[in-house]
Protein backbone atom coordinates (compact mmCIF):
# COMPACT_ATOMS: atom_id res chain seq x y z
CA UNK A 1 0.00 0.00 0.00
CA UNK A 2 2.01 3.32 -1.28
CA UNK A 3 1.15 6.44 0.66
CA UNK A 4 1.90 10.32 -0.75
CA UNK A 5 3.09 12.87 1.39
CA UNK A 6 2.91 16.67 0.85
CA UNK A 7 4.43 18.54 3.70
CA UNK A 8 4.35 22.66 2.72
CA UNK A 9 4.16 24.40 6.29
CA UNK A 10 6.94 26.66 6.22
CA UNK A 11 9.95 26.84 3.69
CA UNK A 12 10.22 23.64 2.82
CA UNK A 13 8.90 21.66 -0.11
CA UNK A 14 8.74 17.82 0.41
CA UNK A 15 7.02 14.78 -1.39
CA UNK A 16 7.51 11.43 0.08
CA UNK A 17 6.19 8.19 -0.73
CA UNK A 18 5.88 5.63 1.56
CA UNK A 19 4.96 1.77 1.30
CA UNK A 20 3.40 -0.18 3.94
CA UNK A 21 4.02 -3.67 3.05
CA UNK A 22 2.64 -6.58 3.56
CA UNK A 23 4.52 -7.73 7.20
CA UNK A 24 3.59 -4.11 8.51
CA UNK A 25 6.85 -2.26 8.12
CA UNK A 26 7.21 0.95 6.72
CA UNK A 27 9.56 1.59 3.30
CA UNK A 28 10.41 4.95 2.19
CA UNK A 29 10.46 4.42 -1.82
CA UNK A 30 11.42 8.18 -2.42
CA UNK A 31 11.84 11.33 -1.01
CA UNK A 32 12.28 14.82 -2.59
CA UNK A 33 12.72 18.49 -0.39
CA UNK A 34 13.62 21.43 -1.70
CA UNK A 35 14.63 24.24 0.92
CA UNK A 36 13.89 28.14 0.51
CA UNK A 37 16.82 28.87 2.95
CA UNK A 38 18.62 30.85 0.56
CA UNK A 39 15.10 32.52 -0.94
CA UNK A 40 14.62 34.15 2.44
CA UNK A 41 17.98 34.82 3.37
CA UNK A 42 18.41 38.42 2.95
CA UNK A 43 14.85 39.07 4.47
CA UNK A 44 16.12 37.65 8.00
CA UNK A 45 13.09 35.24 8.07
CA UNK A 46 10.42 33.62 5.86
CA UNK A 47 8.51 36.20 4.10
CA UNK A 48 4.87 34.19 3.65
CA UNK A 49 4.14 35.34 0.02
CA UNK A 50 7.15 34.26 -1.49
CA UNK A 51 7.52 30.80 0.38
CA UNK A 52 3.79 30.13 -0.93
CA UNK A 53 4.77 31.26 -4.96
CA UNK A 54 7.67 28.84 -4.38
CA UNK A 55 5.88 25.88 -3.25
CA UNK A 56 3.11 26.38 -6.13
CA UNK A 57 6.36 26.04 -8.40
CA UNK A 58 8.12 22.83 -6.80
CA UNK A 59 5.09 20.95 -5.67
CA UNK A 60 4.51 19.70 -9.37
CA UNK A 61 8.15 19.12 -9.43
CA UNK A 62 8.95 17.27 -6.83
CA UNK A 63 5.88 14.68 -7.42
CA UNK A 64 7.03 14.10 -10.98
CA UNK A 65 10.31 13.02 -10.00
CA UNK A 66 9.59 11.28 -6.84
CA UNK A 67 7.05 9.13 -8.71
CA UNK A 68 8.62 8.66 -11.82
CA UNK A 69 11.89 7.80 -9.66
CA UNK A 70 10.47 5.06 -8.39
CA UNK A 71 8.70 3.70 -11.33
CA UNK A 72 5.01 4.67 -9.83
CA UNK A 73 2.50 6.40 -10.94
CA UNK A 74 -0.76 8.56 -9.67
CA UNK A 75 -3.11 5.94 -9.53
CA UNK A 76 -1.09 3.60 -7.53
CA UNK A 77 -1.53 5.43 -4.69
CA UNK A 78 -3.71 4.52 -1.94
CA UNK A 79 -3.86 7.20 0.33
CA UNK A 80 -2.59 11.15 0.42
CA UNK A 81 -1.20 12.58 3.30
CA UNK A 82 -0.91 16.51 3.59
CA UNK A 83 0.12 18.47 6.36
CA UNK A 84 -2.81 20.97 7.30
CA UNK A 85 -1.53 22.98 10.19
CA UNK A 86 -0.15 24.17 11.96
CA UNK A 87 2.32 26.71 10.26
CA UNK A 88 1.92 29.46 7.60
CA UNK A 89 -1.93 29.68 6.29
CA UNK A 90 -0.63 30.46 2.71
CA UNK A 91 1.96 27.56 2.65
CA UNK A 92 -0.42 25.48 3.83
CA UNK A 93 -3.40 26.21 1.56
CA UNK A 94 -0.94 25.96 -1.14
CA UNK A 95 -0.05 22.17 -0.56
CA UNK A 96 -3.93 21.29 0.64
CA UNK A 97 -4.97 22.51 -2.71
CA UNK A 98 -2.54 20.82 -4.43
CA UNK A 99 -2.82 17.08 -2.72
CA UNK A 100 -7.03 18.11 -3.17
CA UNK A 101 -6.24 18.30 -7.24
CA UNK A 102 -4.17 15.08 -7.16
CA UNK A 103 -6.84 13.32 -4.96
CA UNK A 104 -9.34 14.01 -7.53
CA UNK A 105 -7.99 12.64 -10.51
CA UNK A 106 -8.12 9.14 -8.88
CA UNK A 107 -10.55 9.32 -5.97
CA UNK A 108 -7.79 8.89 -4.24
CA UNK A 109 -8.48 9.05 -0.05
CA UNK A 110 -6.47 11.87 1.40
CA UNK A 111 -6.03 12.83 5.28
CA UNK A 112 -4.80 16.13 6.73
CA UNK A 113 -2.25 15.88 9.59
CA UNK A 114 -0.54 17.72 12.06
CA UNK A 115 3.08 18.51 11.27
CA UNK A 116 3.87 18.64 15.15
CA UNK A 117 2.13 15.45 15.81
CA UNK A 118 4.27 14.03 12.70
CA UNK A 119 7.57 15.45 14.39
CA UNK A 120 6.13 13.54 17.52
CA UNK A 121 6.19 10.17 15.71
CA UNK A 122 9.00 10.71 13.27
CA UNK A 123 11.58 8.83 15.50
CA UNK A 124 9.48 5.67 15.07
CA UNK A 125 10.23 5.33 11.17
CA UNK A 126 13.62 4.28 11.96
CA UNK A 127 12.99 2.94 15.32
CA UNK A 128 9.94 0.89 14.71
CA UNK A 129 10.64 -0.76 18.58
CA UNK A 130 9.99 2.69 20.83
CA UNK A 131 7.20 1.35 22.83
CA UNK A 132 4.56 3.22 24.53
CA UNK A 133 4.67 5.37 26.92
CA UNK A 134 7.76 7.70 25.87
CA UNK A 135 8.05 11.59 25.86
CA UNK A 136 8.51 13.54 22.89
CA UNK A 137 10.27 16.37 22.90
CA UNK A 138 9.65 18.65 19.83
CA UNK A 139 12.45 21.60 19.09
CA UNK A 140 11.94 23.18 15.90
CA UNK A 141 11.95 26.65 14.48
CA UNK A 142 8.36 26.98 15.51
CA UNK A 143 7.79 24.60 18.31
CA UNK A 144 9.64 23.38 21.80
CA UNK A 145 6.97 20.87 23.48
CA UNK A 146 7.21 17.98 26.08
CA UNK A 147 4.80 15.65 25.04
CA UNK A 148 3.05 13.06 26.89
CA UNK A 149 2.50 9.83 23.88
CA UNK A 150 0.33 7.10 25.33
CA UNK A 151 -0.38 5.94 21.91
CA UNK A 152 -1.08 6.78 18.41
CA UNK A 153 -3.02 10.01 18.32
CA UNK A 154 -2.91 10.33 22.42
CA UNK A 155 -1.18 13.35 23.37
CA UNK A 156 -1.03 14.68 26.82
CA UNK A 157 0.94 18.66 27.20
CA UNK A 158 3.86 18.70 29.75
CA UNK A 159 5.42 21.49 28.61
CA UNK A 160 5.52 24.06 26.28
CA UNK A 161 7.05 27.87 25.00
CA UNK A 162 5.61 30.93 26.39
CA UNK A 163 7.61 32.59 24.23
CA UNK A 164 10.52 31.92 21.18
CA UNK A 165 11.17 28.27 20.55
CA UNK A 166 14.51 26.80 21.32
CA UNK A 167 15.27 27.07 17.01
CA UNK A 168 13.97 30.52 17.23
CA UNK A 169 16.29 30.93 20.04
CA UNK A 170 19.17 29.36 18.17
CA UNK A 171 18.42 31.19 15.13
CA UNK A 172 18.14 34.68 17.19
CA UNK A 173 21.36 34.05 18.93
CA UNK A 174 22.83 33.75 15.35
CA UNK A 175 21.91 36.79 14.16
CA UNK A 176 22.80 38.66 16.57
CA UNK A 177 26.06 37.27 15.76
CA UNK A 178 26.02 38.36 12.47
CA UNK A 179 25.05 35.03 11.05
CA UNK A 180 22.90 34.77 8.13
CA UNK A 181 19.23 32.88 8.65
CA UNK A 182 18.48 30.04 9.21
CA UNK A 183 21.79 30.39 11.56
CA UNK A 184 21.01 27.60 14.01
CA UNK A 185 23.33 25.13 12.25
CA UNK A 186 25.94 27.31 12.17
CA UNK A 187 25.99 29.14 15.65
CA UNK A 188 26.07 25.19 16.70
CA UNK A 189 29.15 24.85 14.02
CA UNK A 190 30.68 28.03 15.92
CA UNK A 191 29.54 26.51 19.24
CA UNK A 192 31.56 23.03 18.84
CA UNK A 193 34.69 25.20 17.83
CA UNK A 194 35.53 25.63 21.28
CA UNK A 195 35.39 23.07 24.35
CA UNK A 196 34.98 26.43 27.18
CA UNK A 197 33.53 29.87 27.13
CA UNK A 198 34.96 32.95 29.42
CA UNK A 199 30.78 34.25 29.22
CA UNK A 200 28.04 32.56 30.54
CA UNK A 201 24.51 33.44 30.09
CA UNK A 202 21.71 33.24 32.95
CA UNK A 203 20.09 29.93 32.94
CA UNK A 204 16.62 29.80 31.08
CA UNK A 205 13.60 29.85 33.59
CA UNK A 206 13.99 26.69 35.09
CA UNK A 207 11.30 27.78 38.02
CA UNK A 208 8.14 28.15 35.28
CA UNK A 209 6.55 25.29 33.71
CA UNK A 210 7.01 26.49 30.53
CA UNK A 211 9.78 27.45 28.36
CA UNK A 212 11.12 31.05 27.51
CA UNK A 213 13.86 31.88 25.15
CA UNK A 214 13.29 35.75 24.69
CA UNK A 215 15.29 36.83 27.85
CA UNK A 216 18.26 35.01 26.31
CA UNK A 217 18.17 37.03 23.30
CA UNK A 218 18.30 40.45 25.90
CA UNK A 219 21.33 38.96 27.42
CA UNK A 220 23.27 38.15 24.51
CA UNK A 221 22.29 41.62 23.39
CA UNK A 222 23.86 42.86 26.08
CA UNK A 223 26.93 40.24 26.22
CA UNK A 224 27.64 41.87 22.63
CA UNK A 225 27.31 45.51 23.40
CA UNK A 226 29.50 44.87 26.44
CA UNK A 227 32.11 43.31 24.66
CA UNK A 228 32.24 45.34 21.02
CA UNK A 229 36.09 45.77 21.25
CA UNK A 230 36.86 41.74 22.21
CA UNK A 231 34.60 40.94 19.58
CA UNK A 232 36.45 42.79 17.03
CA UNK A 233 40.22 42.51 18.19
CA UNK A 234 39.59 38.42 18.43
CA UNK A 235 37.36 36.53 15.86
CA UNK A 236 37.86 33.60 18.55
CA UNK A 237 35.22 35.32 20.84
CA UNK A 238 32.52 35.22 18.75
CA UNK A 239 32.63 31.25 18.68
CA UNK A 240 32.64 31.41 22.70
CA UNK A 241 29.51 33.87 22.84
CA UNK A 242 28.19 31.12 20.49
CA UNK A 243 29.03 28.56 22.64
CA UNK A 244 27.82 30.20 25.64
CA UNK A 245 24.53 30.88 23.41
CA UNK A 246 24.39 27.18 23.17
CA UNK A 247 24.62 26.13 26.37
CA UNK A 248 22.11 28.19 27.95
CA UNK A 249 19.50 26.74 25.51
CA UNK A 250 20.33 23.11 26.16
CA UNK A 251 20.20 23.31 29.51
CA UNK A 252 16.85 24.64 29.93
CA UNK A 253 15.83 21.89 27.25
CA UNK A 254 17.98 19.16 29.31
CA UNK A 255 16.60 20.17 32.50
CA UNK A 256 12.87 20.50 31.68
CA UNK A 257 13.50 17.00 30.13
CA UNK A 258 14.43 15.47 32.94
CA UNK A 259 12.21 17.26 34.89
CA UNK A 260 9.22 15.91 32.83
CA UNK A 261 10.44 11.87 33.17
CA UNK A 262 10.88 12.71 37.17
CA UNK A 263 7.79 13.54 37.18
CA UNK A 264 5.91 11.14 35.05
CA UNK A 265 8.16 8.35 35.80
CA UNK A 266 8.36 7.84 31.83
CA UNK A 267 12.25 7.49 30.71
CA UNK A 268 11.86 6.62 27.18
CA UNK A 269 12.42 9.86 24.93
CA UNK A 270 11.91 10.93 21.27
CA UNK A 271 13.76 13.80 20.09
CA UNK A 272 12.59 15.59 16.69
CA UNK A 273 12.30 18.62 15.11
CA UNK A 274 15.61 20.39 13.87
CA UNK A 275 17.07 21.43 16.55
CA UNK A 276 17.48 17.30 17.60
CA UNK A 277 19.89 17.57 14.44
CA UNK A 278 22.26 19.48 17.27
CA UNK A 279 25.66 17.61 17.63
CA UNK A 280 26.07 18.86 21.38
CA UNK A 281 22.40 18.08 22.36
CA UNK A 282 22.68 14.57 20.89
CA UNK A 283 25.94 13.91 23.19
CA UNK A 284 24.56 15.42 26.05
CA UNK A 285 21.69 12.67 25.81
CA UNK A 286 23.57 10.05 25.02
CA UNK A 287 25.33 10.63 27.90
CA UNK A 288 22.57 10.54 30.49
CA UNK A 289 22.16 6.93 31.90
CA UNK A 290 18.67 7.82 33.12
CA UNK A 291 17.14 8.01 29.90
CA UNK A 292 16.48 6.24 26.74
CA UNK A 293 16.45 7.94 23.54
CA UNK A 294 15.26 7.74 20.26
CA UNK A 295 15.81 10.06 17.21
CA UNK A 296 14.24 10.41 13.72
CA UNK A 297 17.48 10.06 11.23
CA UNK A 298 19.34 12.89 10.18
CA UNK A 299 17.25 13.71 7.00
CA UNK A 300 14.32 13.39 9.07
CA UNK A 301 14.79 15.82 11.73
CA UNK A 302 13.84 18.74 10.08
CA UNK A 303 11.03 19.27 8.27
CA UNK A 304 10.35 16.37 5.53
CA UNK A 305 7.23 14.81 3.91
CA UNK A 306 8.37 10.95 4.86
CA UNK A 307 6.72 11.95 8.35
CA UNK A 308 3.96 13.31 7.07
CA UNK A 309 3.18 10.16 4.93
CA UNK A 310 4.18 8.06 7.99
CA UNK A 311 1.41 9.23 10.31
CA UNK A 312 -1.29 9.76 7.79
CA UNK A 313 -1.02 6.11 6.72
CA UNK A 314 -1.08 4.66 10.79
CA UNK A 315 -3.67 7.09 11.60
CA UNK A 316 -5.54 6.03 7.81
CA UNK A 317 -5.02 2.27 8.52
CA UNK A 318 -5.03 1.89 12.70
CA UNK A 319 -7.47 4.24 13.49
CA UNK A 320 -9.89 4.43 10.22
CA UNK A 321 -8.95 8.59 10.36
CA UNK A 322 -10.71 10.09 7.35
CA UNK A 323 -10.60 13.78 6.15
CA UNK A 324 -12.90 14.85 3.39
CA UNK A 325 -12.79 18.70 3.90
CA UNK A 326 -9.63 19.09 4.97
CA UNK A 327 -9.72 22.49 6.87
CA UNK A 328 -6.64 24.64 7.31
CA UNK A 329 -5.37 25.39 10.61
CA UNK A 330 -2.63 28.10 11.50
CA UNK A 331 -2.53 27.39 15.18
CA UNK A 332 -3.30 23.54 15.80
CA UNK A 333 -1.93 22.27 19.47
CA UNK A 334 -1.01 18.83 19.17
CA UNK A 335 -3.11 17.81 22.57
CA UNK A 336 -6.29 18.82 20.43
CA UNK A 337 -4.91 17.10 17.20
CA UNK A 338 -7.14 13.94 17.24
O1 LIG B 1 11.74 21.32 12.30
P1 LIG B 1 12.36 22.37 11.44
O2 LIG B 1 13.10 21.94 10.21
O3 LIG B 1 11.32 23.41 10.95
C1 LIG B 1 10.27 23.88 11.70
O4 LIG B 1 9.20 23.21 11.69
O5 LIG B 1 10.48 24.91 12.35
O6 LIG B 1 13.34 23.20 12.41
C2 LIG B 1 14.11 24.27 11.94
C3 LIG B 1 14.87 24.89 13.11
C4 LIG B 1 15.59 26.18 12.77
O7 LIG B 1 15.32 27.12 13.77
C5 LIG B 1 17.06 25.78 12.73
O8 LIG B 1 17.94 26.83 13.03
C6 LIG B 1 17.10 24.70 13.79
O9 LIG B 1 15.89 23.98 13.58
N1 LIG B 1 18.26 23.80 13.64
C7 LIG B 1 19.26 23.70 14.54
C8 LIG B 1 20.18 22.74 14.02
N2 LIG B 1 19.71 22.31 12.82
C9 LIG B 1 18.53 22.96 12.61
N3 LIG B 1 19.45 24.31 15.72
C10 LIG B 1 20.55 23.97 16.42
N4 LIG B 1 21.48 23.09 16.00
C11 LIG B 1 21.35 22.46 14.82
N5 LIG B 1 22.27 21.58 14.41
ZN1 LIG C 1 8.80 21.20 11.58
Given at each position: MYCLGVETSCDETAIALLEKS?????????EEISSQARLHEK???VVPELASREHLKNLPLLTDLVLSSAKKSLADIALIAVTSGPGLKGCLLTGTNFARGLALKHNTPIIGVNHIEAHIVSPLLENPQIGFPFL????????????????????????????????????????LLGIAYPG???LAEFADRVTTSRFS????????????FSGLKTAIMILIRDNEKLISDDEGVVFEIAHAAQDAILDALLYKLKEAARATGISRVA??????????????LNADRSL??????????????????????RLYTERGVR????????????????
Open positions: DDGSYIILNYGGALVISGGHTEIIKVTALGEYELISRTLDDAAGEAFDKAANGPRLPKVMRESPGFSVSGGVSANKELRRREVFYPAARHSTDNAAMIAYLGLDETLPVRARWPVEESR
